[in-house]
Nanobody, 118 residues
Framework: QVQLVESGGGLVQAGGSLRLSCAASTRTFSSYTMGWFRQAPGKEREFVAEISASGGYVNYADSVKGRFTISRDNAKNAVYLQMNTLKREDTAVYYC???????????WGQGTQVTVSS
């Protein structure tokens, strides 16, 4: 069973930056696409970014393009989300997830809270 543990969330002022980390406890980490999602209070969970197994392909939600950067370190079994120029609307619980071919994102971490104040 895969365990994903997010960290790095916190309280930041608008315009600031945070870097989220997700540590995965799996030997096959380098074989899977990984993604970041978020869920704001009263809203459905939404896609933020994803990165292919090798790191050669990345994809972002329009709302974070140009501000967020996803990366991974397969040697450390970790995926990161660098968030710059944060806005109040970025406030949410952020989750990392593993995508299983044919099944979609099926493994999720417990989430880390990001709060952006004005």
């Amino acid at each position: 069973q895969v365990q994903l543990v997010e960290s790095g969330g916190g309280l930041v002022q608008a315009g600031g930056s945070l870097r989220l980390s997700c540590a995965a406890s799996t030997r096959t980490f380098s074989s899977y696409t990984m993604g970041w999602f978020r869920q704001a209070p009263g809203k459905e969970r939404e896609f933020v970014a994803e990165i292919s197994a090798s790191g050669g392909y990345v994809n972002y939600a329009d709302s974070v393009k140009g501000r967020f950067t996803i990366s991974r370190d397969n040697a450390k079994n970790a995926v990161y989300l660098q968030m710059n120029t944060l806005k109040r609307e970025d406030t949410a619980v952020y989750y990392c997830a593993k995508r299983v071919p044919g099944l979609g994102y099926t493994f999720w971490g417990q989430g880390t809270q990001v709060t952006v104040s004005s």
